[in-house]
């Protein structure tokens, strides 16, 4: 589980590993993260992009960048949320990712990077 607040922008990622989608023989195991971002400031917000570095055991990086989120860029008021699931599959049976998303403020325009703080993807009991 990864929680941080960032200028009013709370990001929560809890990740799960996909069995019944992963090939260990393979060496591919797919992991699922369900992300909330909650608008816990005073200011409107909207997201813009994103930007995920994702790590694996091995120590190959990724890096993946894109506009919005799942097809979407949402305008968060104060007080609400917004929630989606999305994957990522990797090589090796553990795993990390972590990474932002560029704000913008509705009134002025400022932007800035809410920080999605790192978590694991681990199959179960690979990481004791």
């Given at each position: 589980?990864?929680?941080?607040?960032?200028?009013?922008?709370?990001?929560?990622?809890?990740?799960?590993?996909?069995?019944?989608?992963?090939?260990?023989?393979?060496?591919?195991?797919?992991?699922?993260?369900?992300?909330?971002?909650s608008n816990v400031g005073e200011a409107v917000v909207q997201l813009l992009s994103r930007l995920w570095i994702i790590t694996d055991s091995d120590g190959e990086v990724q890096r993946v960048e894109?506009?919005?989120?799942?097809?979407?860029?949402?305008?968060?008021?104060?007080?609400?949320?917004?929630?989606?699931?999305?994957?990522?599959?990797?090589?090796?049976?553990?795993?990390?990712?972590?990474?932002?998303?560029?704000?913008?403020?509705?009134?002025?325009?400022?932007?800035?990077?809410?920080?999605?703080?790192?978590?694991?993807?681990?199959?179960?009991?690979?990481?004791?």
């Amino acid at each position: 589980m990864s929680d941080t607040t960032t200028r009013g922008i709370r990001i929560e990622v809890e990740a799960s590993y996909e069995a019944e989608r992963s090939s260990p023989a393979e060496s591919y195991y797919f992991f699922s993260y369900r992300v909330r971002i909650s608008n816990v400031g005073e200011a409107v917000v909207q997201l813009l992009s994103r930007l995920w570095i994702i790590t694996d055991s091995d120590g190959e990086v990724q890096r993946v960048e894109g506009p919005g989120v799942v097809g979407e860029s949402p305008v968060l008021q104060p007080g609400k949320w917004f929630e989606y699931t999305s994957f990522c599959p990797l090589k090796t049976a553990v795993g990390a990712m972590e990474g932002h998303y560029v704000m913008e403020i509705a009134h002025g325009g400022e932007r800035f990077e809410a920080r999605i703080a790192p978590f694991t993807l681990a199959v179960p009991g690979a990481v004791n």
